[in-house]
């Protein structure tokens, strides 16, 4: 069974830069692509960036384009989330998540583990 903890998150103000991690176990890392998605208060998850299994394609929401980068370690059973230039519409819960199917970063059900999130609050 997979398990997925994330760190990291907190309270910043706009402009600042916060870094995510999270931790994986329970399976072989190398062979799941794993994907940051948020969640904010009264809104549907949505995905955030996604990277394949060995780390060479990534994908971000639009909004998120040159200012967010996702990275991961093989050798850590880590991934990041690297937010710079946070504003308030970048609160949210944020979610780590790990898939076996390759592609679709972007949808939301192809996930197959979830996990708890962390809070992440930009204040302007």
């Known amino acids: 069974q997979v398990q997925l903890a994330e760190s990291g998150g907190g309270l910043v103000q706009a402009g600042d830069s916060l870094r995510l991690t999270c931790a994986f176990s329970g399976r072989t890392f190398g062979t799941y692509g794993m994907g940051w998605l948020r969640q904010a208060p009264g809104k549907e998850r949505e995905f955030v960036s996604g990277?394949?299994?060995?780390?060479?394609?990534?994908y971000y929401l639009d909004s998120v384009k040159g200012r967010f980068t996702i990275s991961r370690d093989n050798a850590k059973n880590t991934v990041y989330l690297q937010m710079n230039s946070l504003t308030p519409e970048d609160t949210a819960v944020y979610y780590c998540?790990?898939?076996?199917?390759?592609?679709?970063?972007?949808?939301?059900?192809?996930?197959?583990?979830w996990g708890q999130g962390t809070q992440v609050t930009v204040s302007s």
């Open positions: 990277i394949s299994r060995d780390g060479d394609n990534a």
């Open positions: 998540a790990a898939k076996r199917r390759v592609g679709m970063y972007f949808i939301n059900r192809e996930y197959d583990y």
